[in-house]
Nanobody, 124 residues
Framework: QVQLVESGGGLVQAGGSLRLSCAAS????????MGWFRQAPGKEREFVAA????????YYADAVKGRFTISRDNAKNTVYLEMNSLKPEDTAVYYC?????????????????WGQGTQVTVSS
């Protein structure tokens, strides 16, 4: 059984920064793709960023490119999302997810395990 636990969300003013963490257990973390998604009220869950098992490949949604950075520490079984220059439209529940694909997917349907989410609220 895989467990993913996010932390680091909170309330921040526009232009501020937050760093989300996702601690994984129950699977050999370094073998799997890790991704971040978000879901705002009334909207579908959407892709934010993802990283291959070695972190040699990273992908970002256009809306966050240049502001967010995904990274992972396989020794700590943790993936991070550094979020800078936050905007009110970044407000959402952020989820980390795990995939066993041999490529880096961006669809929610290609991730197998999910965390419970952490709320990020950006005030204007």
């Amino acid at each position: 059984q895989v467990q993913l636990v996010e932390s680091g969300g909170g309330l921040v003013q526009a232009g501020g920064s937050l760093r989300l963490s996702c601690a994984a257990s129950g699977r050999t973390f370094s073998n799997y793709v890790m991704g971040w998604f978000r879901q705002a009220p009334g909207k579908e869950r959407e892709f934010v960023a993802a990283t291959s098992w070695s972190a040699s490949r990273t992908y970002y949604a256009d809306a966050v490119k240049g502001r967010f950075t995904i990274s992972r520490d396989n020794a700590k079984n943790t993936v991070y999302l550094e979020m800078n220059s936050l905007k009110p439209e970044d407000t959402a529940v952020y989820y980390c997810a795990n995939s066993d694909r041999n490529y880096v997917p961006r669809s929610v349907h290609e991730y197998d395990y999910w965390g419970q989410g952490t709320q990020v609220t950006v005030s204007s």
